[in-house]
């Protein structure tokens, strides 16, 4: 299947979307690790994941009213930047090596206030974009 010169030239700009928003949303989010200390029971990076959470849904929300480079910027660059995974898997192993069983509490926090947060940020965003329609 030949690619049409329209995909072709647009991913230069899906590459540079996705690479402005990583670097805006890594640099975030050593920001806020630096400056939010950690909380009892809860990894380090708690917040940062449910904020990226909630901007993942409403982006989501909001799809098929955006161009697709936004939502490479937004969801992948930025929330991917933002959001950490591995540190959250880092942080949940600290947290096993004093106790097995400590580490289900945060696991499961972070799990359930994460889907909470996208699914809080997807009804937002179709309530506040409803009657909006795509350029």
Not at 63 to 78: C, D, E, I, M, P
Not at 119 to 128: D, H, K, P, S
């Amino acid at each position: 299947m030949a690619k049409t010169q329209a995909a072709v030239s647009g991913k230069p700009m899906m590459y540079a979307a996705v690479f402005v928003g990583g670097a805006a949303g890594s640099i975030l989010r050593e920001l806020f690790a630096l400056e939010i200390p950690g909380m009892p029971l809860l990894t380090s990076t708690f917040g940062i994941n449910v904020v990226a959470c909630f901007i993942l849904g409403w982006l989501y929300a909001i799809r098929g009213r955006v161009h697709a480079h936004v939502l490479h910027l937004g969801a992948v660059g930025f929330c991917g930047g933002l959001s950490t995974f591995s540190s959250f898997a880092a942080e949940l192993e600290r947290i096993a090596e004093t106790d097995g069983w400590s580490v289900i509490f945060p696991l499961a926090a972070e799990v359930i206030c994460g889907l909470g947060a996208a699914i809080l940020g997807e009804a937002i965003g179709r309530r506040r974009h409803s009657g909006e329609r795509a350029e």
